[in-house]
């Protein structure tokens, strides 16, 4: 039946063919692909690039941004250099960016609050509506910056143009998240510091916006962090001195794509996950690393000088098929970690013997090619074992599968939720429990949370390009409630974590997404998709804003309060967790982010 899972029998044929399998679609499935690109699509390189290219058509305030865009790179190496030389020469260094009647604030101005915590020291300031006064000079202006970190220092200066107003043919405002990054260059005991503010920059020129000119800066708003200690210091080198692992975990994406075997899935997109567990018993826990086709599982045990080896070949689980996600949990309640791989459209589910040696035990493949890309585990039925629930992203293959409408698809692959029976194996349940409501979108991850207090676990799935699921579990039934939780988050959803960051008693939600400064700035023109009713601009213009924090209210409703928090902005986040660094009792955020990176700075 199509979109069912099936348990393979556990027997030596299954085994072996286990061991080789090749999550590849055979041959003849290409046909069963039904999503299509959108009509008129072009399939010439020259014709793609001069759709790419802003200035070959009449969008002003594009034009205005890749020109204002230059200006500020040249602006932050400028700054760079003044930073590193004389600061005497800083005001010759700036002669050429600016207009004659420039007015620049002091671009780290005084006041705001301040605080500190475990060495780091914090100030946050805002604007309150009275201007601050000009620095009399743009030297003066820069000073107040560079000054915050007085020695001798290796800066890093970086700007995100976030908004474009056109005020006539030669002046446009241009709206700047500006960061910068600073380490004295005698290391000074691990000095760091960090500035991020939101600039409103102003520009003219006298032949069109080609070669603009800062007319003024203004800062809104700006936070920065001084710490005198470094807290963090990399041991990747001393922890993993296995050579054969190093030499493979070290390079990227970029080096192994055409290293690999053609015929396996070539992933180099970041999607494949770790879990951590203790798979050997001994008190310390171990990371299993899942790796593209062609390169081997890892698996690294933890030794007891505090550096780790990996087994996987000696544990069997050193799978060459390209591995997405990964649990480490006791399936079978034996008391042992036990292991499951989302491998192309199969979960593997492997049995730990207790020393970290797994045999395979059960393969749930789903009939329809699509490939899981994450798996959650909990005790749903409250039957005393884990259940599990496999998220699927695209149809065929990445690159692929087109999402439609891009803003809210619901042509993606069916999850599947698989109910442990023991022995007998899994049984997928989708259907039975509610689960197949609201289940054809682009899911990348499923977290499950008892977020209701109710004594059962709930089910939160995040969907890239478009809204999020909320699974309420009523006993039998799930019922999607994001819509009325306030929680659907439309958006490109990567991630998500849960904590009572507030310590109110119940669970708050905080879910990565895609923070985009290009689908900021375009989508809020006044002539962008100016036809399509005012929900479609304003759905769309949602799905580049960033992450998003929803506190939970106790009565079954969410809030957002991202921005009040500062926590919006998280690049192009991934699986951001809660986690309590300096044990003071309040979770802290981290927020991995990035993707794709060449050579050439507009190449994805």
Same mark, same amino acid.
């Given at each position: 039946?199509? !979109? ?74 400028? $700054? ?23 007015? +620049?604030?002091?671009? @780290? ?11 780091? *020291?914090?100030?946050? &300031? ?95 708003? %700006?936070?920065?962090?001084?710490? @005198? ?10 922890? $993993? ?28 997109? !970041? ?33 007891? *000088? ?29 008391? *042992? ?29 789903? /009939? ?6 994450? $798996?959650?585990?909990?005790?749903? *039925? ?50 039975? +429990? ?6 054809? @979108? ?50 490109? !959803? ?20 895609? %923070?985009? /400064? ?67 009792? &309040? ?8 993707? $794709? ?8």
């Amino acid at each position: 039946m199509t !979109g069912q899972i099936k348990n393979a029998n556990r027997d030596r044929t299954f085994t072996a063919m286990i061991a080789v399998v090749s999550c590849w679609p055979p041959n003849g499935l290409a046909n069963a692909q039904t999503d299509q690109a959108p009509g008129g699509a072009v399939d010439s390189v020259e014709a793609l690039t001069a759709i790419a290219d802003p200035l070959a058509d009449d969008w002003e305030t594009e034009k205005a941004y890749v020109a204002a865009s230059a200006r500020l790179k040249q602006f932050g190496e400028a $700054l760079r250099k003044a930073a590193g030389g004389d600061s005497d020469g800083i005001g010759e260094t700036l002669r050429g960016f600016f207009t004659d009647a420039a007015i +620049v604030e002091f671009l @780290r101005p005084d006041g705001g609050e301040r605080y500190s915590i475990d060495g780091y *020291d914090i100030r946050r &300031w805002q604007r309150a509506g009275e201007p601050i006064p000009a620095a009399g000079n743009r030297a003066a202006a820069v000073r107040s910056l560079l000054a915050a970190v007085p020695h001798p220092a290796e800066w890093r200066f970086a700007f995100k143009t976030v908004g474009v107003e056109r005020i006539d043919d030669r002046r446009f405002v241009t709206h700047v998240l500006f960061q910068a990054f600073a380490r004295p260059t005698d290391k000074n005991g691990g000095r760091a510091f960090q500035y991020d503010g939101h600039w409103r920059v102003a520009w003219s020129s006298t032949d069109g916006v080609e070669h603009p000119l800062i007319g003024s800066i203004q800062v809104d708003s %700006f936070s920065e962090v001084d710490t @005198r200690n470094s807290a963090w210091v990399d041991c990747t080198g001393a922890v $993993l001195r296995d050579a054969a692992a190093w030499r493979q975990l070290a390079r990227g994406g970029e080096y192994w794509f055409g290293r690999t075997d053609a015929l396996g899935e070539l992933n180099f997109m !970041g999607h494949n996950g770790i879990a951590v567990g203790d798979v050997n018993g001994d008190g310390r826990d171990d990371i299993y690393v899942a790796m593209g086709t062609g390169l081997p599982n890892k698996l690294l045990v933890q030794q007891g *000088d505090g550096t780790v080896k990996d087994t996987a070949d000696e544990a069997g689980v050193a799978w060459l098929d390209d591995t997405k996600g990964v649990i480490l949990a006791d399936m079978d309640n034996d008391g *042992d970690q036990d292991l499951l791989c989302a491998i192309g459209p199969t979960i593997v589910y492997q049995k730990n013997d207790g020393r970290g040696h797994f045999t395979p035990f059960r393969g749930m493949r789903a /009939s329809s090619p699509a490939s899981f890309y994450s $798996l959650a585990v909990a005790d749903y *039925d409250l039957d005393g074992d884990l259940d599990v629930y496999g998220c699927r992203y695209v149809n065929l293959r990445y690159g692929v599968s087109v999402p439609m409408p891009l803003h809210d698809a619901n042509n993606g692959p069916p999850n599947h939720m698989l109910r442990n029976d023991g022995e007998a194996g899994f049984v997928d349940v989708t259907t039975e +429990v509610g689960l197949n409501v609201n289940n054809t @979108r682009f899911s990348l991850a499923a977290t499950w949370i008892d977020y209701d207090g109710d004594g059962d676990s709930d089910l939160h799935v995040v969907n890239d390009f478009g809204r999020n699921n909320l699974y309420r579990n009523d006993g039998a039934k799930f019922v999607d409630v994001a819509g009325e939780a306030g929680v659907e988050d439309q958006a490109a !959803g990567m991630g998500a974590t849960w904590s009572d960051f507030d310590r109110d008693g119940d669970f708050d939600l905080y879910v990565s997404n895609m %923070f985009s /400064s290009a689908g900021q700035r375009i989508a809020y023109q006044p002539r962008f998709k100016s036809d399509a009713a005012p929900s479609m601009r304003e759905q769309i213009q949602r799905h580049s804003l960033g992450n998003s924090l929803f506190v939970n209210r106790g009565d079954g409703r969410f809030d957002d309060i991202s921005d009040a928090a500062g926590v919006r902005m998280g690049r192009w986040a991934w699986g951001a967790k809660f986690v309590d660094f300096n044990n003071d009792g &309040w979770d802290d955020l981290f927020v991995p982010n990035g993707f $794709l990176t060449n050579d050439r700075k507009d190449d994805l």
